[in-house]
């Protein structure tokens, strides 16, 4: 278990013995049960009086407990909220847990200490009607607000097919088209008096910069933005919700069209938490091929962010040699695993298949190639007047800031903070190599540009050490519930070849408990937090993506700055639609 570092002794010294209740957790996280009345005080020690204090409100999210089939012991509440917690200081997490009863209960709200935590708490009052007392604007945030339920709660229907049909006669129209009209006090914008010079200005949902399908409600005093509000939830489809109704093994194709641009990485960040439920220790073979896939898709993400980060400031040229590039990093993937954006080729304690003969001159192939391009587009683009012009003392937040908005990955390493999950939290080998963590001073959208080409590099890096030092060894771990299991031994004795057809067709059983995985992504960090009550699928799925909290933090770090900047910071924060919305 990570340790706490004394931090129960800490909190018993303070609030008294008899509050927290301790629960062990398959991830050995640090894990408290504590009263309702007590959560907001704990939370102010644990941000600002502890010694190497957990700055970090990484996530905090809701269980809906009424149906489960109880392991822990404690009080059959009927949700739980869970607050994730991290010091950078004690390179520690810990999860404090509060149990709520009643149909539709309420919480205090934390945004008076953490800002992030907004959205944290409104997605839960979407998702599950939880309320949180003195939050500023409770609302909707992933669902329409015609939305009739709260999807997350167990007795909302998972599939469209089992709701009630869609009545185009009655008040729902009416709703829908009354929905449509733009009040600015219902964004909690204030609206402009007669003598005023403000207006109101959409960027969206239908922009090439913003990448998707995404509203920016703007207030401007001219060109200057005096508030940006994100109007999110265009790409929201269930991806917690359809968890609950796949199996373990089947659930992991869903994971790839979260961050559709990082592939293979959203089905390691899911798998590191199954196994750690399971109990599955793979093989070192298993690591190092699951890295050099997760380096290349890196690669290949950076790559999009990096041609149509140019294409937003006004270059055109350089996405279709970027494009160009990326497509040889999917030449690589498809060889190997036979897709290529969504490969779906890592499993449950392992791999679908070896690495097939010739994919050591492929990788040589690409890494002999792509150093001299990079510095080729470093003289198109980082050294470009005009994107310099466009992209330094745009878009600053400091190091503090970063931390207090849930800020990860490239775009707190521009701030100076030399902060890598794949360093300091090493997961799926990632200690056995040698590589540096790009860092820049200024905070600003042309030192999270410098971050993300130097990690590119760092990554050829990575994948060079994988390709010369590939350990020999199977490709699956040799563990019972690893899907699918080995088929040669089904031929031996009709109770295996059961085995083999249930591992199959039902997917494994997971032993009750839960763990949270979390890793270096390609926009920062990402975690999947499992929840099993001892069943084929997973009983709450929970995905903590990097881009939900940095699109929080727009309005914080665009006020002041002109509508073209706007574009500029949107392009440097490297986010994806359905990483915010799942």
Known sequence: MENGSGII?????????????????RDEILTLWLPLDQIKPVLAFLKNEVAQPFRLLFDLTALDERTRKRDNGHAPYSFTLVYHLFSFGRNEFIRLKVGLTGEFPSAPSITGLWANANWYEREIFDMFGIKFDGHPHLSRILMPRTWQGHPL??????RATEMGPFQLYDDKQDREQAALQFRPEEWGLERQSEDSDFMFLNIGPQHPGTHGVLRIILQLDGEDIVDAIPDIGFHHRGAEKMGERQSWHTYIPYTDRVDYLGGVMNNLAYLLAVEKLAGIEVPDRVKVIRVMLCELFRIASHLVWYGTFAQDIGQLSPV?????????????????????MHPNWFRIGGVSQDLPIGWERLVKNFLDYFPKKLKEYDNMVLRNSIFKARTQGIGIFTLEEAIEWGVTGPNLRACGFEWDFRKKRPYSGYEMFDFEVPTATNGDCYDRALVRVAEMRQSLRIIEQCMKNMPEGPYKADHPLTTPPLKHRTMHDIET?????LGVSWGPVIPPGEAMSCIEATKGANGYYLTSDGNTSPYRVRIRTPSFPHMQMLPYISKGYSVADLLSILGAMDYVLADIDR
């Open 497 to 501: 070849l059961i085995t083999h057809f």
């Open 153 to 158: 709660r167990k007795e909302h229907p998972a």
């Open 320 to 340: 279709f040699y970027m494009f160009t590039d990326r497509e040889r990093v999917f030449d690589i993937v498809e060889a190997v695993c036979g897709g290529r």
């Open 9 to 25: 002794e800490q909190l018993q010294a303070r609030f008294g013995e008899g509050i927290f209740k301790p629960q062990t957790t």
